[in-house]
């Protein structure tokens, strides 16, 4: 079953760490991306560039609309995802309780499956 696990981060916190703190969460980061390559659980992790650069893009009544970032209306960004491939959505939760995002960010669990798909058919 493949989980994703987006990583929420409280705005403006990357620009508030110093430059040591901040290389030293990514390591921690990275060291659990590896973790989980080795025990053949992971598809895919990155972390995003912050806000300032993103753009959101949307078409309504036939007019596409474009918003740069920042996004005043957000406390939180996504800062990263991991894309994992696991036996259930418990073990999707159970890894995510052992992310080191938990600790200054949410780390949000979602399945990944058709659009069509209604939330009554989610496993529990």
Do not use: N, W
Request: some cysteine; aromatic content about 6%.
């Amino acid at each position: 079953m493949a989980y994703l696990l987006l990583i929420h981060e409280p705005r403006g916190q990357r620009a508030e760490r110093s430059d040591e703190e901040g290389r030293r969460v990514y390591a921690s980061m990275l060291a659990f991306a590896e973790g989980l390559a080795k025990r053949g659980l992971l598809v895919a992790a990155e972390s995003l560039r912050d806000d300032q650069s993103a753009v959101r893009v949307s078409i309504r009544a036939g007019q596409p609309t474009l918003i740069d970032g920042p996004f005043t209306e957000t406390k939180e960004m996504i800062g990263g995802f991991f894309l994992l491939d696991v036996g259930s959505r418990q073990e999707a939760i159970e890894i995510a309780r052992q992310c080191p995002a938990a600790q200054f960010a949410t780390v949000e669990v979602r399945e990944l499956a058709p659009c069509h798909e209604s939330s009554a058919e989610i496993p529990q």
